[in-house]
């Protein structure tokens, strides 16, 4: 005659059976043995009261996790999508990047800077790849806030200089001594969007820049 708890032995063997197709329990597997366990309890003997209510409470903590993990799935992919319709939404757009590397064409750059506190002097030295500085702007907006000005892409002298990448650097003084008040803006056009792999890359006028960089967006 076959035991009661040898029925119970091959029940148990059953359910974890099927859980063999992975390593992990998942809540579906959670919630198979549980029922299995309860069906096929001795009934001289039946399950104690304390430990169905702990596996409850155990099986109640790991479906409020996976809910939590698949609402948090769902907002980064929303969040992600909400990030590209933005972007997508900068075609043709003048925006202020906040970067000091650009792509020099043959169009002139508007450069900028924002100081934080008002100065004496605002000073621009433009570099070429090599970190050689090749031309120098003085600014003449010295309060607090955002400022641009037209760089026509050639040297004090007036030659042009080719095309390439170029960067720029923002030097402040105030009563006769250097402050670290001014960051280096740039404004261009959007035209064109990269959202490959998720992300989104805006492609400008001066070059390629992520939807990070981008601090306002202006009429022109």
């Known amino acids: ?40 309890q001795d009934p001289l003997n039946p399950q104690d009261p304390t430990e169905f209510t702990s596996q409850l409470a155990q099986y109640s903590s790991l479906e409020q996790l996976f809910t939590v993990n698949d609402q948090l799935q769902q907002l980064e992919t929303a969040n992600g999508n909400v990030m590209q319709l933005t972007a997508l939404g900068l075609m043709g757009r003048d925006v202020v990047v906040q ?3 650009f ?6 750059v508007t450069l ?8 004496d002097e605002v000073r621009i030295a433009v570099q070429n790849a090599d970190g050689q500085t090749v031309a120098t702007l003085q600014g003449t907006e010295l309060s607090a806030g955002e400022h641009f000005m037209t760089w026509n892409g050639a040297t004090a002298a007036g ?6 990448d170029y960067q720029f ?7 006769g001594e250097s402050t670290a008040s001014g960051t280096a803006l740039l404004k261009t056009r959007v035209t064109g969007v990269d959202l490959d792999g998720g992300g989104s890359t805006l492609a400008t006028g001066l070059g390629n820049y992520g939807l990070g960089n981008i601090t306002s967006v202006r009429n022109g």
């Open 1 to 40: 005659m076959t035991s009661i708890s040898g029925i119970n032995q091959a029940a148990a063997s059953s359910a974890t059976g099927s859980l063999t197709g992975g390593n992990n329990l998942g809540k579906d597997d959670f919630l198979l043995l549980l029922v299995t366990q309860l069906q096929n």
């Open 103 to 108: 792509t020099l064409g043959s169009e002139p």
């Open 159 to 164: 030659a042009a200089l080719p095309a390439g």
């Open 99 to 101: 970067s000091d590397n």
């Open 169 to 175: 650097n923002i030097t402040t003084r105030r009563d």
């Open 112 to 119: 900028g800077y924002r100081l934080s506190g008002n100065v």
